[in-house]
Every structure is written in structure tokens, then in C-alpha cells.
């Protein structure tokens, strides 16, 4: 089951698709030939489509990354996980305090050299 998180961006994702393709049927399909626009109305209503379906994807896009990231992990799960991590190096380090240092290879002292 899809948490609160990836169902949001799930419709994020939807709505701003649908949008966009409304917006660009309806401006370019029911709005109709764009060569009998006239050329100030075209200077304008094409950046603002390119502009508007820029936005569209965008929010698109963050509603897909939030459909498709998996939901976090409970705090209580994370602090339980730091409290066994923490109790297995307080064990780690009483072990190593505890047992006798290990034994270090003889020494053989070193041989003076002849100065001449």
C-alpha cells in the first residue's frame, strides 16, 4: 500500500499532465489555426504555452519523484537501530578492556656497529 506521501504525488502528477494537455487541446485545437492568430497574438500565447507546459512538467516531475520514493523508515525504528548499534560498541569496547593485551614479540637488542 502506497503511503500519504506517494499517493499526493501520484495526483500531483496526474493533474498537472491532464492540465497540460487540456491547456495546449485547448489552445491550439479549439483555439484554431494558429497562422490565422495574427502576429502579435502569437508573439505572445507561444512563449507563454512553452512557459506554462515548462511549470506542467516540472510539477509533473516532483509528483512522479514522490509517487516513486519509497516512505521513510518510523523514528522508532531508526532509534532502536542507534540503541543496538551503540549497546554492540559498548560490548566491543568492555571486551577489548577486559582481555589481556597480546603478547609482543621479543625484543633483540640491537647490534652496535664498529666506527672506525
Same mark, same amino acid.
Given at each position: 500500500m502506497a503511503s500519504k506521501d506517494q499517493a499526493i504525488g501520484g495526483a500531483i502528477c496526474l493533474v498537472c499532465v491532464v492540465v497540460g494537455v487540456l491547456y495546449a487541446a485547448?489552445?491550439?485545437?479549439?483555439? *484554431?489555426?494558429?497562422?490565422? !492568430?495574427?502576429? /502579435?497574438?502569437?508573439? $505572445?500565447?507561444?512563449?507563454v504555452f512553452v512557459a506554462f507546459i515548462a511549470i506542467m *512538467? $516540472?510539477?509533473? !516531475? $516532483?509528483? !512522479? /519523484?514522490?509517487? /516513486?520514493t519509497p516512505p521513510p523508515k518510523p523514528i522508532e525504528e531508526i532509534t532502536s537501530e542507534i540503541e543496538t548499534e551503540q549497546k554492540a560498541t559498548e560490548e566491543k569496547t568492555a571486551a577489548q578492556e577486559t582481555s589481556p593485551p597480546p603478547p609482543e614479540a621479543e625484543k633483540k637488542?640491537? +647490534? +652496535?656497529?664498529?666506527?672506525e
Open positions: 485547448g489552445l491550439f485545437y479549439f483555439g *484554431g489555426n494558429p497562422l490565422d !492568430w495574427g502576429l /502579435t497574438f502569437t508573439l $505572445i500565447a507561444v512563449p *512538467g $516540472i510539477g509533473a !516531475w $516532483i509528483g !512522479w /519523484t514522490m509517487a /516513486t637488542p640491537e +647490534k +652496535k656497529r664498529k666506527t
